[in-house]
């Protein structure tokens, strides 16, 4: 079974700072790894994938994240935080490789920017 | 227009009610997903539906049925409504096959049972 930890349920940083949201996960199988972004009052948004290849995945709004097998890890980056980058951020693993394509959420990182 | 809708976006009723929350999708989905949302539990899965025959149940299905009634709506029940199903609830779906792996999610419908 699947299963994600996201380390830091908020994260607090300064307009034009480093974003560092950590992400982990446990696969038996070869995993599909995804960042969602969830603004106050609206759905969740994908703001980048890993599936196979490239191992640094480049997103929407600057992001980025790399999968580290070694590490099982997906950390999401993004190097100037900027005011509207307030959201909070799941991720999200995939038992794609059978005949499901179920997703299992971390339980969310509340990313708050100040001035 | 949205590519997937929830009807109704937010909603009040008392515990032992029956109520049921729908999903549209135009987007031509073969599957589609049930969420819920809890603060610091993210999102789980309620029940997931790979085509208009194939109903499979989440990790947390208990008190809850699904209907899916054509490829494009897949609706969520709530058989007798209790406060601990108060939560924000998304409908989900994605494509088949390699490279189509992406969930698109709707705007949520926010539940309130007393």
């Known amino acids: 079974a699947q299963s994600v930890t996201q380390l830091g349920s908020h994260v607090s940083v300064s307009e034009g700072a480093l974003v560092l949201l950590r992400c982990n996960y446990s696969?038996?199988?070869?995993?599909?790894l995804f960042w969602y972004v969830q603004y106050p009052n609206q759905g969740l948004q994908l703001l980048l994938k890993?599936?196979?290849?490239?191992?640094l995945v480049k997103g929407i709004n600057g992001f980025e994240a790399e999968f580290k097998k070694s590490e099982t890890s997906f950390h999401l980056t993004k190097p100037s935080a900027h005011m509207s980058d307030a959201a909070e951020y799941f991720c999200?693993?995939?038992?794609?490789?059978?005949?499901?394509?179920?997703?299992?959420f971390g339980t969310g990182t509340r990313l708050q920017v100040t001035l | 227009d949205a590519d997937v809708t929830q009807t109704p976006r937010n909603r009040i009723t008392k515990t032992g009610k029956r109520i049921m929350l729908e999903c549209s999708q135009t987007?031509?989905?073969?599957?589609m997903y049930w969420y819920r949302q809890d603060p610091g539990l993210g999102l789980r899965l309620i029940y997931y539906?790979?085509?208009?025959?194939?109903?499979n149940k989440g990790e947390i299905s208990d008190g809850y049925s699904v209907s899916r009634q054509a490829q494009a709506k897949f609706s969520l029940s709530l058989e007798s409504a209790i406060p601990n199903q108060t939560a924000l609830y998304f409908c989900?779906?994605?494509?088949?096959?390699?490279?189509?792996?992406?969930?698109?999610f709707g705007p949520g419908t926010r539940l309130l049972v007393l």
């Open positions: 989900a779906t994605s494509d088949r096959g390699a490279g189509q792996e992406t969930q698109y």
């Open positions: 696969s038996s199988v070869p995993p599909y």
């Open positions: 890993y599936t196979t290849g490239a191992t």
């Open positions: 999200a693993v995939s038992d794609e490789t059978g005949t499901a394509s179920k997703l299992t």
């Open positions: 987007k031509g989905h073969d599957r």
């Open positions: 539906s790979f085509d208009v025959k194939d109903i």
